[in-house]
Structure formats: structure tokens, C-alpha cells
């Protein structure tokens, strides 16, 4: 066994637990605390209006490449 068969599970519990925590808490109470909103005030965007800013689609991409990237690696692994 390597230790990744240990860290990567155990590091997506806790990263889900910590974000899932707050995120909840924030959508219940106070939706100016949810991390959508503030990922709205950094990349400079009115989601009431259409526009959206360069830093918003340099960060879609990223997270479309990411979400490529990482499905490949998971999903169509090579056999040797």
C-alpha cells in the first residue's frame, strides 16, 4: 500500500466537511457569506447583468480544463 491510498480519500472527506460545513450554514442564514458570492465580488461580476470580466472567463476555462484534466486521469487510465 502507498500512502496515497490513505491521503486521498482521508484529504476529500475533510476538504467536503470543510466546505460543506459553512457553505450550508452560509446558504441558510446569510447569502452573502456563500462562496459564490464571493467569487462574484473578486472576479468583478453583476449577476444581473450579463457582462462578465476577463479574470471570469480565465476562470472558467481553468475550471473546465481541470474538470477535463481530472476526469482523464480518474477515468481513462492506461493499461500497461
Do not use: C, D, Q
Not at 3 to 32: D, K, Q
Request: proline share 5%; glycine share 2%; no cysteine.
Amino acid at each position: 500500500m502507498t500512502w496515497g491510498r490513505l491521503y486521498w480519500p482521508f484529504f476529500i472527506v475533510v476538504t467536503s466537511a470543510l466546505f460543506l460545513g459553512p457553505e450550508l450554514i452560509a446558504i441558510f442564514t446569510n447569502a452573502a457569506n456563500t462562496l459564490s458570492e464571493y467569487s462574484w465580488a473578486e472576479l468583478n461580476v453583476n449577476p444581473r447583468i450579463p457582462m462578465h470580466t476577463v479574470a471570469w472567463y480565465t476562470s472558467l476555462i481553468a475550471w473546465l480544463l481541470f474538470v477535463v484534466v481530472i476526469t482523464a486521469h480518474i477515468w481513462w487510465r492506461k493499461f500497461s
